[in-house]
């Protein structure tokens, strides 16, 4: 059974940094591509950044230049490092895989229908 954990969540000031860890237990594809979403309360889930098996990135508008997502392949963990922090970027954020993807499609790859497996999420709150 295929499970995503994410960590790394927590609070921090506005300015601040965090980095968020996202593991894929269950299987290990050669290829795959991953997301990273996020949902704040009372709002729609967004994408906010994709990536492939090659480390094609795209990002969404709202945290290009402040977020960065990378692979660990081998170990089948997904990373985003998360600066320059707002208390806009409060939500609940998680992980996706859309296995057997050997290339992010954007504006498709940032669509939760793109993906079939989600974790559980992890809280990032930013004060100001």
């Given amino acids: 059974q295929v499970q995503l954990v994410e960590s790394g969540g927590g609070s921090v000031q506005s300015g601040g940094s965090l980095r968020l860890s996202c ?3 269950g299987h290990a594809y050669f290829t795959n591509c ?3 979403f ?3 309360p009372g709002k729609e889930r967004e ?3 994709t990536i492939d098996t090659d480390s094609r990135t795209s990002y969404a508008d709202s945290v290009k230049g402040r977020f960065t997502g990378s692979k660990d392949n081998a170990k089948n963990r997904l990373y ?3 600066n320059s922090l ?3 970027d409060t939500a609940m954020y998680y992980c996706a895989e859309r296995p057997r993807c050997a ?3 954007p504006p498709s790859s940032l669509r939760e229908w793109w993906y079939n497996y989600w974790g559980q999420g992890a809280q990032v709150t930013v004060s100001s």
């Fill in 23 to 25: 593991v894929v237990y």
């Fill in 86 to 88: 707002k208390p806009e």
């Fill in 80 to 82: 985003l490092e998360m």
């Fill in 103 to 105: 290339r992010i499609r």
């Fill in 38 to 40: 996020r949902q704040a």
């Fill in 47 to 49: 994408g906010v950044a």
């Fill in 34 to 36: 991953m997301g990273w």
